[in-house]
């Protein structure tokens, strides 16, 4: 069994309770690692230790071409590690190894990437109106940043702020999920060898209820960012409130799939399974909510259910596996109850709904690919994120129909829509309140493009260049340069 450990002020380091956790692989229900349960004392001294890196050791004071050139060391340390960050994210997720290597590629080009931003802002002169006299507008480091990612893409997710973070210069404290700690545990040791001083990367693991918390409601943080979900997001708002600090939320969302009748039919069918069925439909932008106009409904759903029943559900390390299981048992019966719900509401289960027959995968968390037909606006199931492998179809007969029907709910994540017509691309691209939209395409996304969502689906963007700029602050700087008294007061 893998046994690692916290990273705390350049030192690894057991929970101070001494409590531990163990780690289970989602395709068996066994442990394949124990890490410490940390609490609130190990997030309050890495706090500090982050604070007194900010504030005394210097690291804001770093030039930013030697900031970047860490990152990029970084980078090549996740290249080189590749395919031990793949199995241990596979181990923790169940996901196929393939798509751990997908993630993988990806993380070391987002780290490059802001490896690149590291020293390109320079600030901005601003025309002054006022004689003899400079205006410059600069960014400097927010400060000590809490970090709290989740367990679907745990370092995906985690070098999406990590990475941002320490080009602009703050200092982190990275608290991953419990049930997903080691591969942020793995690029901690990396960061440790490219050579990070002490203080400025921190790793507390432990549950949300202590350690996100303290990261939460700490007056000595300056920014929070959580990926996760809606109920814990409003949490962190209010704890975060407690000193005003800057908050950074991605709170899922509830993406629809619309599919005009004029789509490329073939690409849209194989699109709306690629939006779902990676990971167990445990992304938060699934094309979970499939919308399909009149005319090809009944044809649409026919084909998407013959492609479902051809998905092979299995262990990573099967070769043939096309989908893992979903995340732990608690998430799995949230699941099954979501399936139950859909069909006392009157949705048409036409697939799935049920766990696998191969006794080889009854002791893990596996749920077989499922299809619910005639669903409506008003189902939990259309309106709620269930989070797993489970496709919703709806029926409409107009673009103004679908466009307010897609818009009908608290998120505002991410979208996609199928046509061919132009006019109706830019008219459908503008229509839907999304912070992403995808035209004849779905789940696509790429680290120079910011992400993040409308309404509930949180605040704040990542990646691109924004999602460097969520972690400074602007400062204005004025400098007369011929000073004359005013001779107003008592003169």
């Not at 997903?180 to 790793?203: Q, R």
């Not at 619910?372 to 489970?390: K, L, Y």
């Not at 229509?431 to 949180?458: C, E, H, I, M």
Request: with cysteine; charged share 25%; hydrophobic share 40%.
């Amino acid at each position: 069994m893998i046994r690692k450990k916290m990273y705390i002020d350049g030192e690894w380091v057991e929970a101070r309770s001494g409590a531990v956790r163990q780690s289970i692989n989602p395709c068996d229900g066994q442990p394949v690692a124990e890490v410490p349960e940390g609490g609130r004392e190990d997030a309050q001294a890495a706090i500090a230790a982050a604070r007194r890196a900010f504030d005394h050791d210097g690291w804001p004071q770093t030039p930013a071409a030697e900031r970047g050139a860490m990152l990029y060391k970084l980078s090549e340390l996740i290249v080189r590690d590749k395919e031990e960050l793949a199995q241990l994210e596979t181990l923790d997720t169940g996901k196929t190894l393939e798509e751990s290597r997908w993630d993988m590629d990806d993380i070391a080009g987002i780290f490059r990437y802001f490896a690149g931003l590291a020293d390109k802002d320079g600030g901005e002169v601003i025309d002054s109106p006022i004689p003899d006299s400079t205006s410059t507008v600069i960014r400097e480091p927010v400060g000590v940043c809490g970090q709290i990612s989740p367990w679907n893409y745990p370092l995906l997710q985690a070098s999406w702020k990590m990475a941002p973070a320490l080009a602009a210069g703050c200092t982190i404290v990275m608290k991953p999920s419990e049930i997903t700690p080691l591969t942020t545990i793995k690029v901690t040791e990396l960061a440790e060898e490219a050579g990070y001083p002490k203080g400025v990367v921190n790793l507390v693991l432990g549950p949300g209820a202590s350690v996100g918390d303290e990261l939460s409601s700490n007056h000595d943080v300056d920014l929070i960012s959580f990926t996760g979900g809606i109920v814990t997001g409003k949490k962190i708002i209010q704890a975060a409130s407690t000193n005003v600090k800057k908050i950074a939320l991605e709170l899922g969302g509830k993406n629809p799939n619309i599919i005009f009748a004029d789509a490329d039919f073939d690409t849209a069918v194989d699109y709306a399974l690629n939006g779902v069925f990676f990971h167990a439909g445990q992304i938060c932008s699934a094309g979970a909510r499939v919308m399909v106009e009149d005319p090809i409904y009944d044809k649409f759903v026919a084909a998407l259910k013959a492609r479902m029943e051809k998905i092979v559900v299995g262990k990573w390390t099967d070769e043939k596996t096309q989908m893992g299981p979903l995340i732990s048992a608690e998430h799995l019966a949230k699941v099954k109850g979501y399936v139950e719900i859909g069909q006392q509401e009157g949705a048409k289960l036409l697939l799935g709904g049920n766990l696998p027959e191969d006794p080889e995968l009854r002791n893990g968390y596996f749920y077989m690919p499922t299809l619910f037909a005639d669903c409506t606006n008003d189902m939990r199931i259309v309106q709620e994120e269930v989070f797993g492998p489970v496709i919703t179809v709806e029926r409409f007969s107009t673009e103004d129909e679908a466009i307010e029907r897609a818009n009908s709910t608290v998120y505002g994540l991410s979208a996609g829509f199928w046509t061919r017509d132009p006019d109706r691309i830019q008219r459908v691209s503008r229509a839907l309140r999304f912070g992403t939209v995808w035209v004849n395409d779905f789940n696509v996304y790429f680290v120079q493009a910011p992400w993040g969502g409308y309404k509930q689906s949180g605040m704040g963007r990542e990646l691109g260049r924004i999602g460097l700029e969520e972690y400074t602050e602007v400062k204005h700087i004025y400098q007369n340069h011929k000073t004359q008294a005013l001779n107003w007061f008592g003169a």
